[in-house]
């Protein structure tokens, strides 16, 4: 991998991911495996003007003996400053980059209850933070890089060396990064993602109409909905894109409006353990069957995470020529997958889906039919054979996406 496709990636993630201001704090989450990564980023941050640069370390193998070995007492506990710390910075302003380099296996072996313990835990406790997060009162984004186990996943039969240059290939292309300037290329890609939310947003649909083989879903859409995409704006009106790469349009559905059956077309990473071959079948909202091929035990624990966990609360379109579907590969790593296919997410809604919905208290939201869930999950619902309509507020039907493809 060229050093200098990774410096104009860390450029990418500052400028186009969390839009970095001048005078700015830059909190950075990242493994160790990741440092290179890091260094490259904190001289860009410092570059453009950052007021200072904070890195949160975390050690995968570390994170796994302690899930392995720890009492659940001690899964169970959450050290308060440093959740008070990332309150701070988030008031304080800062910008959150997470820089993620996924290791599809890593908990395969570990009891997941422990695991589950633990997530839950970390997540009630980061509440307020995540809503800093969840409403874009701060910049954010998440940036990938490969993991060892994580290219092997992806080219088993190449030399180690292979697998991760191969990844990172990958990752510049779906990313952009291979253009003369990603930054403008970038810039151009966010206009045609406008386009389409102009185009839905101005239509307002009440449901959307699903049809693939082994899918047949309807979904309702609130009243007030928004699509996004793209990125969006923080409290302070600046301009970021939280997902690289970002190729969805999402709404959020009526919590107990979605009706039908509909079947996984990628397979869902969790933790380190795959669902593959699902099913869900929906009445009013919730699930009331599924099935897997692989991982049945592990979809189940996710269902029984809260009530939320089986309801809807994302709605993604993606047309099927993205530049992620083109690599022909699975990144076994929802934050690619997830561009390459239409999703749908279990879980938790994003509020700001929803009309002055970053306001709402968690229970305006619930009586507005806007999910509430300590978990967001998106699986993989799109192929060259999906076609959707959109049904106006007269009950005309109008097609979206025909055959995997933009209709709009
Ligand atoms: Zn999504
Ligand atoms: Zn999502």
């Known amino acids: 991998m060229e050093q200098e496709k990774l410096a104009k990636y860390a450029e990418l993630a500052l400028k186009v991911g969390i839009n970095l201001q001048e005078n700015q704090p830059l909190v950075i989450n ?33 994170t796994k003996i302690t899930y392995e070995t720890a009492s659940i007492e001690t899964l169970k506990g959450v050290r308060e400053w440093r959740v008070k710390g990332l309150e701070e910075m988030a008031e304080e302003g800062a910008a959150f980059m997470s820089i993620v380099a996924s290791n599809p296996d890593l908990l395969k072996e570990v009891d997941p209850e422990r695991v589950s313990i633990a997530n839950k835990a970390l997540a009630q406790a980061l509440q307020t ?80 109409l699903y049809k693939a083989p082994g899918t047949e879903l309807i979904i309702d859409l609130p009243k007030d909905h928004i699509w996004l995409g793209g990125g969006m704006n923080n409290d302070q009106g600046t301009y970021f894109v939280p997902n690289l790469p970002t190729e969805e349009v999402f709404t959020l559905p009526v919590k107990t409006g979605v009706n039908g059956i509909v079947s996984s077309t990628k397979p869902l990473n969790l933790n380190g353990n795959l669902v593959d071959e699902f099913t869900l079948t929906f009445k009013d909202g919730k699930i009331v069957e599924f099935t897997a091929k692989e991982g049945y035990e592990v979809l189940k624990k996710l269902l029984e995470t809260d009530e939320g966990a089986l309801h809807l609360g994302e709605v993604a379109l993606v047309p099927h020529s993205s530049p992620v579907s083109k690599q022909e590969v699975i990144f076994y790593n929802t934050l690619f997958d997830e561009n390459a296919s239409c999703h749908l997410a279990l879980g938790s809604a994003y509020p700001i889906c929803i009309k002055d919905g970053a306001s709402l208290s968690k229970e305006q939201l619930e009586a507005k039919g806007v999910n509430t869930s300590m978990i967001h999950v998106d699986f993989m619902i799109g192929s060259a054979e999906l076609t959707i309509q959109g049904e106006t507020e007269d009950g005309k039907l109008e097609p979206i996406l025909t055959n995997g493809e933009w209709a709009i």
Request: proline share 5%; charged share 20%; aromatic share 12%.
């Open 129 to 208: 933070y995540r809503s800093y997060i969840q409403t874009a009162k701060v910049s954010w984004a998440v940036v990938s890089v490969p993991s060892q186990e994580w290219a092997a996943k992806l080219y088993p039969t190449l030399s180690p060396e292979e697998q991760v240059a191969s990844l990172w290939e990958n990752i510049f292309a779906v990313t952009r990064i291979n253009e003369a300037d990603p930054v403008a290329a970038w810039e151009v890609h966010i206009q045609t993602l406008q386009q389409k939310l102009e185009v839905l947003n101005g239509k307002n649909y009440k449901k959307l």
């Open 30 to 62: 990242a493994p160790i495996s990741a440092a290179p990564f890091v260094r490259e980023v904190a001289k860009v941050a410092y570059q453009i003007g950052a007021k200072y640069v904070h890195t949160e370390w975390n050690d995968e193998q570390l």
